[in-house]
């Protein structure tokens, strides 16, 4: 079978038994901040499986991309070197959500195996784990399924505490978590490996294809195990793995799927050798990155973005390993797209975006090694002894982005060592740092005690009457509120909106019975809205009912600006391309905020034809519209879900403008018509991540307020330059000239009095152990005229050390010079390192002329005095 069959058998077998199919998550988890890759199938129902959030089904079933390449899981180093380690894989799963239990579980899993009718593999050829004290899972195996029991291994708390086992699986230190039942193939006698539980259980011959987790317990804080009042199962089964074992090979890189991948990585790089391990690094990481930058992560120095630029320049290197000697990596998108579109269509919607980043990304390591070259040469000629330090080489790989290995190879062509302990030492101090940094300690118990839902009004009306069902002080449950205290009400019914998809949560007063509650921010914990605020007047207890008043003004000025960013997001889809995905905004009564996709800044053009767009919709006046559908009917009817928003079943289809312009999903609050926004203007666009790119926007009064204040500010610029609003360009055009001339007749006096300075100078020169050796200051001169005293005292002297300092104002500049007859005992660079902190600087440069930047002018004269002083030392 082909792995896309496979992958659609095991769906189709799932949906024969009343499993709900649910599409594939995005790689980014939506509201997870534990976790930096979405790396299991269970991801998307984490809410479901804690209580949470609830479906329209019980059961369901999915094939989940995941990435296990940062943070907790990550095997990078290990791709391409073991048979069965990927950064990108695939997870199929079926779920119960307090339906069936382990019995059916186990069924199903068996049934699916080894059925003639699905997968057919050999009873024979499979084995059984169980939780050691698991004794339900033992009999439905031994008992019910028939398994021998020399087939049925125990495993128990084998990590070292209770509860600590590889059959044991738990969400987080607290939450759901159960026993786990899993089951593996055994490859046969001639691949090394025992059976699990045993010493040699690490090897190959035996592996774990399928694992039933079952949840039917939650974790407190406490250790204590309390009995979930809904047991639930979820499974997992790698598509990689299942499918190696149906096509009778023993490595993942030998399916179909990855096969054809390896000979597209071995045409675009040249090489012949379709066995070499570079080829499957390169096949694995072309999927991850593909898959990364369609889920909207770009390339950058942090978070994801540095996973996923770790991934691609790792696929590069080993691209240089294969002899690649042009741009290659980026061609193979499109042999991704012929193994998995028809699976992932919105890989090949995307593949001209993915192409781009990927092509871009390559330049821009071609830069890199350049650099990195430059400063391995410089290294190199300052190396005292035949070792490159461990600590230089990881700088220039982990800060440069510089291969190992390259550098390996040019110290080799130099007789040159490379520290490779101290490299090996730096590296595990990273990783050390990076998992702890990505040890995520989450309490899953740790949420507001609630039960039911709070009845949201504010669609309709922005007054009603709420009944009190919880309040909350400090954290904690109370009963009541008195004047002077601050806290949270809970209100049965009410028309505050809750803050959520980037809207503000409303503000307004609670009051009734000599009771005044201001409500200075709303916000959703489960589906309950918490007013947020404090007593002024009276006190409030659970059980009374409170007359709910939204402050009009603020909320309907804030639904503007919110109906605006769905107008702005198709705006810049359109004007950009489809690869704009939102990333982030925020919508208050006074201004809102778009983060978006996208891999380079917007031209004045682009912003321009952005804003003329919005401004044409909203023109046309048309009524904004909103629908109630399920989620799939929504999707197809082309409404986009906003990036990180979880929805229910039935969700709210907003619809804007024109020939549906704009159509989202969206639980916010808006417009009624696209009229009453009044006018979008753009008002600064940035970038603020790698890859990410922010608008800024004022629409309605605040528009109107920033176009007044604009007004005001070119009237005070011409008052100032004395013209008049026609003519104040041309005036403020003058004045800068003017000034520019002003400025370069300055610089080039400064370089006249220091180059006649320079030539005085030269007679203070001392002679230092045979050599000329001169420390002057030159207050008032700038960067480029001590160049150029430099200059003259070189020449002046014939041979000579020299070093110059300057201040203007708080600003230091210190510049060493060494002629070149001196360059053997001397180096204009050490000297400046020496030098820098006498005025808390640093700085670098080349043998013979180095330069370092300082903010402490007081110390001038202790540097001087210590480069004679270091002169005596060293010349």
């Not at 790689?27 to 804690?50: C, E, H, R, S, W």
């Not at 004794?135 to 020399?150: C, F, S, V």
């Not at 989450?442 to 309709?460: P, S």
């Not at 919110?562 to 004007?575: D, F, I, K, P, V």
């Amino acid at each position: 079978m082909k792995t896309a069959e496979i992958r659609q058998s095991f769906l189709d077998y799932f949906a024969s038994k009343q499993h709900e199919v649910v599409a594939s998550s995005s790689l980014i988890p939506g509201n997870d901040p534990t976790l930096m890759f979405t790396n299991a199938g269970m991801n998307q129902f984490k809410d479901v499986f804690l209580g949470q959030d609830n479906r329209s089904y019980t059961r369901a079933t999915s094939s989940q991309r995941c990435v296990r390449a940062g943070g907790k899981h990550n095997d990078l180093e290990n791709v391409g070197y073991t048979a069965r380690h990927h950064t990108f894989f695939e997870m199929l799963g079926n779920f119960s959500f307090g339906d069936y239990f382990k019995q059916d579980a186990i069924k199903y899993a068996w049934e699916f195996l080894t059925s003639k009718e699905w997968l057919g593999l050999p009873e024979e050829k499979l084995l059984v784990t169980v939780y050691a004290d698991d004794d339900e899972a033992y009999d439905i195996w031994h008992k019910e399924m028939g398994l021998p029991a020399d087939k049925i291994i125990r495993i128990g708390d084998n990590k070292g505490e209770k509860f600590a086992s590889d059959n044991f699986w738990q969400m987080g230190d607290t939450g759901p978590c159960g026993p786990c039942t899993e089951i593996f193939y055994d490859h046969g006698e001639h691949i090394w490996g025992g059976k699990p539980g045993t010493p040699e259980e690490d090897g190959d011959r035996f592996i774990e294809i399928w694992n039933n987790v079952f949840m039917q317990f939650n974790r407190q804080a406490d250790g204590t195990m309390e009995p979930l009042p809904k047991p639930s199962v979820d499974t997992g089964m790698g598509l990689e793995r299942i499918s190696a074992i149906m096509q009778g090979v023993h490595a993942n890189y030998e399916i179909d799927l990855f096969q054809g991948l390896i000979k597209a990585a071995a045409e675009v790089t040249g090489t012949k050798d379709l066995d070499s391990k570079s080829l499957l690094v390169i096949a694995d990481h072309i999927r991850s990155c593909s898959f990364l930058i369609s889920d909207g992560v770009m390339p950058s120095n942090e978070g994801r973005g540095y996973v996923l630029r770790r991934i691609i320049r790792r696929a590069l290197r080993h691209g240089h390993i294969l002899g690649a000697t042009d741009l290659f990596f980026y061609k193979l998108v499109a042999a991704l797209v012929k193994e998995m579109g028809e699976a992932y269509p919105e890989l090949a919607k995307n593949q001209a975006h993915i192409e781009k980043i990927l092509k871009l990304e390559e330049e821009q390591f071609a830069k890199t090694l350049d650099h990195g070259m430059k400063l391995l040469e410089s290294a190199i000629a300052d190396l005292k002894g035949d070792t490159i330090a461990g600590e230089t080489v990881f700088k220039l790989y982990d800060t440069y982005g510089f291969p190992v290995d390259l550098t390996a190879d040019i110290a080799r062509e130099r007789n040159l060592k490379v520290d490779e302990a101290g490299f090996d030492a730096c590296m595990a101090e990273q990783k050390n740092k990076a998992r702890a940094a990505s040890n995520f300690k989450v309490d899953y118990t740790d949420t507001l005690n609630l039960e039911g839902e709070t009845d949201f009004t504010g669609y309709d009306s922005l007054l009603n009457q709420g009944k009190i069902i919880a309040l909350f002080k400090d954290g904690a449950q109370v009963e009541t509120l008195t004047a002077g205290d601050e806290g949270m009400v809970v209100l049965d019914s009410t028309p505050f909106y809750g803050e959520s998809g980037g809207q503000v949560g409303d503000k307004g007063l609670l009051s009734g019975n000599g009771i005044e509650f201001i409500v200075t921010d709303t916000t959703k914990e489960q589906k309950n809205h918490l007013h947020h605020g404090e007593v002024k007047v009276g006190t409030l207890k659970v059980g009374d009912s409170l007359s709910a008043c939204v402050d009009e003004h603020k909320r309907q000025q804030t639904a503007l600006h919110h109906s605006a960013t769905h107008l702005l997001h198709a705006a810049l889809r359109e004007a950009l391309g489809e690869h704009v995905q939102q990333k982030g905004s925020l919508c208050t009564y006074d201004r809102l905020r778009f983060d978006f996709a996208h891999f380079e800044a917007m031209t004045a053009d682009e912003l321009s034809a952005v804003e003329k767009k919005v401004n044409a919709q909203i023109r046309v006046n048309t009524p904004v519209t909103t629908e109630l559908m399920d989620i799939e009917a929504a999707k197809a009817n082309g409404a986009m879900a906003l990036f990180g928003e979880k929805y229910d079943d039935e969700v709210r289809v907003l619809s804007m403008g024109s020939d549906n312009f704009s159509v989202e999903l969206c639980g916010g609050t808006h417009a009624k018509r696209t009229g009453d926004i009044g006018f979008l203007k753009i008002v600064s666009e940035s970038g603020i991540a790698a890859g990410v790119r922010r608008v800024e926007a004022v629409v309605a009064e605040a528009a109107y307020d920033y176009i007044a204040n604009m007004e005001n500010t070119i009237s005070s610029i011409a008052s100032q330059v004395k013209a008049n609003r026609e003519t104040v360009l041309d005036k403020v055009e003058a004045a800068i000239n003017k000034s520019r001339q002003l400025e370069k007749d300055v610089q080039q006096l400064k370089a006249k009095l220091a180059s006649g300075a320079g030539t005085d100078l030269a007679a203070g020169a001392k002679q230092i152990n045979g050599v000329n050796v001169l420390a002057a200051q030159l207050d008032g001169a700038d960067v480029p005229a001590m160049r150029g005293a430099m200059d003259q005292l070189k020449n002046k002297l014939g041979s000579g050390v020299i070093l110059l300092a300057s201040n203007e104002g708080e600003k230091v500049t210190l510049i060493a010079g060494v002629t070149k007859d001196l360059l053997g005992k001397a180096k204009a660079g050490d000297i400046v390192k020496e030098l820098a902190p006498y005025v808390d600087g640093r700085g670098g440069g080349k043998p013979d002329l180095a330069q370092a930047g300082g903010k402490k002018p007081e110390g001038i004269p202790e540097a001087l005095a210590a480069f004679e002083q270091w002169a005596q030392a060293n010349l």
